[in-house]
């Protein structure tokens, strides 16, 4: 069999999910070796008509990262979903939405705003924001369409796999793409990490109590933290228990509770409700008023527990009616 | 939908409401027994205690085409399961504040406790807040993008890459 074609694609995304893949280091020249990459515009001089001119289904594997907000993103996702055998979402931003995502808490319009007029750093005496078409006297120059909300992959293509982290750990990928070599891809629309929960395998387990307890969520600034205790136990907002596993526990070895990024394991629908679900029942209160001052303790708890996944919530972004009451017609 | 008359408006709201097994439920069936009458606008469902009511369901039916959700269990101490309750109060709490900042209006979800022996006050909370719903008008939910909605302009694409001498 020839060698397996490979692309790689960025699209609303950091740069870290490419990091992922220059992490993988010697090993990356294993892969250089098994496969050809025919298109990696963050690394290598490729162009969106190398993509156009390949035939259809040309691609064995391609993998893309970050989220859909603009319209140019979207028509190089449905370039690829048709250039491509396998499309694999690499990374947080392409899996649930990512921290682009979080942009879906506010409208497209005040987030021009707050970005082009508002914010301490912006000079924009002119007050120009971008459009989709602008007319110069050397004629009119065009930029894509910035859209109302944030996507994920799989809401504007259909995606086969899904390699999940904020980067994804680099074993995850190197499984991946060892399972595209070997032939040994699970069933389509798998996410390709074990489908049990952080605490699993966590080194802290032990420590964890079975019936947790909690009278103040603190940040990790704000104490000490035990290195070897459950950082849930600590009062930290550790998602491990909503969290899938696959990154080694990385964030609780470094003293740090988990974000929630790997996302949800397959039995739940919605990561941050599942999570506000957990958070609210360990809550060590009956009484009302109390209950309101520890929840006052949660700084920003819809970015906590949505951090990665609120396109793919069931309310995916903000009502309409919220978004036409800051001046934006709805979508 | 099976409900009576049309508003003015024709807006007629969907409320699905989680009615706890061993009282709002049974109160609601006391209500039906009594003869009196609510609105027609809410769907019953019965869970074995407020504290099996994920706040996943609220929003999947929110998602659904509900116009509002109401929750009903046993008042504070009377919990079959001793604390279901507490934590469905607190779960109701956090979900809250994320509703809110969705844009989800307050008086679209509501939590009540309500003892088997009274059937009265279903009546009252589902007529009282059908018609806090009512006067709020449809939930309008960000849509969510699916690859279909693409089809066609996919299909557009095709032939706008078709005229560039590409195969399709
Ligand atoms: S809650 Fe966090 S620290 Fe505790 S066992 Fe789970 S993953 Fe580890
Ligand atoms: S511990 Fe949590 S946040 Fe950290 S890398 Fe793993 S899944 Fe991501
Ligand atoms: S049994 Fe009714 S609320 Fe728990």
């Given at each position: 069999m020839s060698k397996p074609k490979v692309g790689f694609n960025w699209l609303a995304s950091c740069?870290?999910?490419?990091?992922?893949?220059?992490?993988?280091?010697e090993a990356i020249l294993d892969v250089v070796e098994a496969v050809d990459i025919v298109f990696w515009p963050c690394a290598m001089d490729f162009k969106k008509d190398d993509v156009r001119s390949m035939a259809d289904g040309e691609m064995d594997v391609c993998f893309v990262n970050g989220a859909i907000r603009t319209s140019e993103e979207e028509e190089m996702s449905r370039?690829?979903?048709k250039k491509t055998k396998i499309l694999i979402a690499f990374g947080s931003?392409?899996?649930?939405?990512?921290?682009?995502?979080?942009?879906?808490?506010?409208?497209?319009?005040?987030?021009?705003?707050?970005s082009f007029l508002e914010s301490p750093s912006t000079v924009n005496a002119e007050g120009v924001i971008?459009?989709?078409?602008?007319?110069?006297?050397?004629?009119?120059?065009?930029?894509?369409?910035?859209?109302?909300t944030a996507k994920s992959l799989d809401q504007v293509v259909e995606v086969d796999y899904y390699v999940p982290g904020c980067p994804p750990p680099v074993k995850l990928l190197k499984d991946a793409v060892q399972a595209v070599l070997e032939n040994k891809l699970p069933p389509k629309g798998a996410v390709l990490a074990p489908d049990v929960a952080q605490c699993t395998d966590c080194p802290r387990q032990d420590t964890k109590p079975e019936k947790l307890e909690i009278k103040e969520f603190k940040r990790p600034f704000e104490i000490e933290i035990d290195p070897k205790k459950c950082l849930l136990a600590q009062g930290l907002m550790c998602l491990g228990p909503v969290t899938r596993s696959g990154c080694d526990s990385a964030c609780m070895k470094a003293n740090m509770p988990c974000t929630g990024c790997l996302g949800p394991t397959s039995r739940v629908k919605d990561f941050g409700a599942k999570a506000m679900a957990g958070f609210a029942s360990i809550i060590d209160s009956t009484d009302e008023e109390e209950i309101d001052r520890l929840l006052d303790s949660i700084v920003d708890p819809e970015g906590t527990f949505y951090r990665y996944s609120l396109p793919k919530s069931y309310m995916h972004a903000i009502c309409t009616t919220m978004r036409n009451g800051s001046g934006k017609k709805g979508a | 939908m099976s409900n009576g008359e049309k508003t003015p408006t024709g807006f007629e709201p969907r409320i699905v409401a989680f009615f706890c097994n061993w009282c709002t439920y049974t109160a609601s069936d006391l209500t039906g027994i009594s003869r009196l009458i609510y609105a027609p606008n809410v769907r019953v469902i019965r869970v074995m205690c407020s504290g099996r009511?994920?706040?996943?369901?609220?929003?999947?039916?929110?998602?659904?085409?509900?116009?509002?959700?109401?929750?009903?269990?046993?008042?504070?101490?009377?919990?079959?399961?001793?604390?279901?309750?507490?934590?469905?109060?607190?779960?109701?709490k956090l979900l809250k504040r994320f509703l809110n900042r969705m844009g989800v209006e307050d008086e679209r979800i509501r939590l009540e406790w309500i003892a088997?022996?009274?059937?009265?006050?279903?009546?009252?909370?589902?007529?009282?807040?059908?018609e806090?719903?009512?006067?709020?008008?449809?939930?309008?939910?960000?849509?969510?993008?699916?690859?279909?909605?693409?089809?066609?302009?996919?299909?557009?694409?095709?032939?706008?890459a078709g005229a560039e001498g590409e195969s399709s």
């Amino acid at each position: 069999m020839s060698k397996p074609k490979v692309g790689f694609n960025w699209l609303a995304s950091c740069g870290g999910c490419e990091e992922a893949v220059v992490d993988l280091e010697e090993a990356i020249l294993d892969v250089v070796e098994a496969v050809d990459i025919v298109f990696w515009p963050c690394a290598m001089d490729f162009k969106k008509d190398d993509v156009r001119s390949m035939a259809d289904g040309e691609m064995d594997v391609c993998f893309v990262n970050g989220a859909i907000r603009t319209s140019e993103e979207e028509e190089m996702s449905r370039l690829l979903r048709k250039k491509t055998k396998i499309l694999i979402a690499f990374g947080s931003c392409s899996h649930m939405g990512g921290i682009p995502g979080l942009g879906n808490f506010y409208s497209s319009e005040s987030i021009l705003k707050s970005s082009f007029l508002e914010s301490p750093s912006t000079v924009n005496a002119e007050g120009v924001i971008p459009k989709t078409e602008t007319k110069r006297s050397e004629g009119i120059l065009t930029l894509p369409a910035f859209q109302e909300t944030a996507k994920s992959l799989d809401q504007v293509v259909e995606v086969d796999y899904y390699v999940p982290g904020c980067p994804p750990p680099v074993k995850l990928l190197k499984d991946a793409v060892q399972a595209v070599l070997e032939n040994k891809l699970p069933p389509k629309g798998a996410v390709l990490a074990p489908d049990v929960a952080q605490c699993t395998d966590c080194p802290r387990q032990d420590t964890k109590p079975e019936k947790l307890e909690i009278k103040e969520f603190k940040r990790p600034f704000e104490i000490e933290i035990d290195p070897k205790k459950c950082l849930l136990a600590q009062g930290l907002m550790c998602l491990g228990p909503v969290t899938r596993s696959g990154c080694d526990s990385a964030c609780m070895k470094a003293n740090m509770p988990c974000t929630g990024c790997l996302g949800p394991t397959s039995r739940v629908k919605d990561f941050g409700a599942k999570a506000m679900a957990g958070f609210a029942s360990i809550i060590d209160s009956t009484d009302e008023e109390e209950i309101d001052r520890l929840l006052d303790s949660i700084v920003d708890p819809e970015g906590t527990f949505y951090r990665y996944s609120l396109p793919k919530s069931y309310m995916h972004a903000i009502c309409t009616t919220m978004r036409n009451g800051s001046g934006k017609k709805g979508a | 939908m099976s409900n009576g008359e049309k508003t003015p408006t024709g807006f007629e709201p969907r409320i699905v409401a989680f009615f706890c097994n061993w009282c709002t439920y049974t109160a609601s069936d006391l209500t039906g027994i009594s003869r009196l009458i609510y609105a027609p606008n809410v769907r019953v469902i019965r869970v074995m205690c407020s504290g099996r009511i994920d706040p996943q369901f609220i929003l999947a039916a929110l998602r659904e085409g509900a116009d509002g959700v109401l929750i009903g269990g046993c008042h504070p101490g009377d919990c079959h399961y001793q604390e279901g309750n507490y934590k469905a109060l607190r779960r109701f709490k956090l979900l809250k504040r994320f509703l809110n900042r969705m844009g989800v209006e307050d008086e679209r979800i509501r939590l009540e406790w309500i003892a088997a022996s009274e059937g009265d006050k279903v009546q009252k909370v589902v007529n009282e807040m059908t018609e806090q719903v009512r006067k709020l008008g449809p939930l309008h939910l960000a849509p969510i993008a699916t690859p279909e909605a693409f089809e066609h302009e996919d299909k557009q694409e095709l032939v706008a890459a078709g005229a560039e001498g590409e195969s399709s």
